[in-house]
């Protein structure tokens, strides 16, 4: 309870929020521009800054879609089907209002699951032997095939573009210089930060200009307006339909909130008294998807704590805050680093209670600027972007990576290649290289050492059943 760390909250937050506001700028957009930023950051406040970013991101996403129909984050598309019912009615207000305290009501669940879900998964892992974490690292990018957006072989294509950037610099084992072209920037390879900066937010900045722009918000008669006991009655159900939605799919790696948003709108339709409403303005509309996809803030986080596997976009951008500052997720950070961990929970708790002060005045601001030019926005998104990258060693060496790394990450949208199996690669390249070396190092080369091993051997099986049910699930599909 520093003020630096809950100064740092309160920023995430606020910044989220207004990220959260602008079309096409996701929740992992807006952590990826400050990822440079947190550089010269104590390691707790850079984690719950970039953690409260996420947050505010995911309220923030439903501004524009309650006012224009235009989801700010993808997990807010469902929020648009009665969010902007509602506001055509004249209830705009009401409907921020619902978003806003199902969002804590959700925020607040999800935090409770990563509180206590946790730290007893990560204790099982304390067990883990090089063989093992070789096997978690496969059993990471296993979840590739379901991040693939329908097409294993385009997911396998980014996922392998990933590992290759993975193995750029030093040999974790021999210390031999490997695809460096002579470039001494190279020899600790390509960092994960740079790539991620690259994809999503450089990405996205060219994807925005190549599209129209979107529709103008108007400030009459938008007052916040919070629901009353009879609005909670009506919503309790709502709500828990939510929170369970929310908590299944956030620790599914690949699912997310987007998943638990529509999900959750499909069940609350199914299990309402008023299905009927539905599509014409129902609250229970707006606070389904919004508790879940703000679940899913505190329960994506638990596989990435527990085990080091980053399952979603926002996740795997936190997991580069982490590296940053050379802390490694997974079950050795609760030994080497509780008070990081601790902090975390702790920020997530104050990040949804600023949600709340935040978002009862923040609403005419995030209007005017989702007004502004979208061609000054962009403008200003990617001179932060350099401004960040160039701050953190002065090198315009990274700045080129990081503009060259958007390019591609532009060229993979184009051509329906999904961005998260290439992020994974790169994120768990290491972990699987140089455990698997060291692995056959003990055991003189014999690769018999991961059947050995029971840990070892459990997860690849796990790995192997569920690449096995995503490729069962594609040929059916098909």
């Excluded at 509780?338 to 002060?357: D, Q, R, T």
Aim: net charge neutral; aromatic share 8%.
């Amino acid at each position: 309870m520093n003020f630096e760390a809950l100064f740092a909250s309160l920023a995430g937050v606020i910044w989220g929020i207004f990220g959260g506001a602008l079309p096409g700028i996701s929740p992992s957009i807006a952590m990826a521009l400050l990822l440079p930023f947190t550089y010269g950051m104590e390691p707790v406040s850079a984690i719950v800054l970039l953690a409260s970013v996420y947050v505010g991101a995911e309220y923030g996403g439903s501004i524009p879609a309650i006012l224009i129909r235009t989801p700010g984050t993808n997990s807010a598309a469902a929020t648009t089907i009665d969010g902007y019912e509602m506001a055509r009615r004249g209830k705009a207000g009401e409907a921020l209002g619902i978003s806003l305290m199902c969002g804590l009501v959700g925020g607040l669940f999800g935090l409770l699951v990563l509180s206590t879900a946790t730290e007893p998964l990560a204790r099982v892992a304390l067990a883990f032997t090089p063989p093992a974490y070789c096997a978690l690292g496969i059993l990471g990018l296993s979840v590739i095939a379901s991040l693939s957006g329908g097409s294993l072989l385009k997911g396998l294509i980014a996922a392998f573009m990933g590992l290759m950037v993975a193995t750029v610099g030093t040999d974790p084992v021999s210390g031999v210089p490997r695809f460096t072209f002579g470039h001494a920037e190279l020899l600790g390879g390509i960092r994960p930060i740079l790539v991620m900066v690259g994809l999503f937010a450089v990405a996205e900045m060219l994807e925005q200009i190549s599209s129209p722009a979107w529709a103008k918000a108007d400030a009459r008669d938008t007052r916040l307006k919070l629901p009353g006991l009879a609005m909670w009655r009506r919503l309790w159900k709502t709500q828990v339909i939510g929170c369970s939605i929310g908590t299944l799919e956030g620790v599914t790696p690949g699912a997310g909130g987007t998943i638990a948003a529509f999900m959750a709108y499909n069940e609350a339709k199914r299990w309402s008294k008023h299905p009927e409403e539905f599509g014409k303005g129902s609250p229970e509309g707006v606070a389904a998807p919004e508790c879940a996809n703000n679940v899913v803030t505190g329960t994506a986080l638990v596989p990435l704590l527990s085990l080091g596997i980053p399952g979603s976009n926002s996740a795997a951008v936190l997991l580069g805050g982490f590296m940053i500052h050379g802390l490694i997720p997974g079950p050795l950070l609760f030994q080497k680093a509780p008070e990081v961990v601790y902090g975390l929970y702790w920020g997530l708790l104050s990040a949804n209670l600023f949600m709340v002060l935040v978002g009862l005045v923040i609403l005419n601001p995030c209007i005017w600027l989702v007004n502004r030019p979208k061609p000054y926005l962009i403008a200003f998104i990617l001179a932060l972007v350099c401004t960040g990258v160039y701050a953190i060693d002065q090198s315009l060496f990274d700045l080129g990576l990081v503009l060259g790394a958007g390019v591609v990450g532009y060229a993979m949208r184009r051509f329906g290649v999904p961005v998260l199996p290439m992020v994974l690669g790169v994120v768990l390249g290491f972990l699987v290289e140089s455990n698997y070396r060291r692995s056959l190092v003990l055991s003189g080369g014999d690769h018999a050492v991961f059947m050995q091993d029971p840990v070892a051997l459990g997860l690849l099986a796990v790995a192997f059943v569920l690449t096995a049910y995503s490729l069962m699930r594609e040929f059916r599909t098909k």
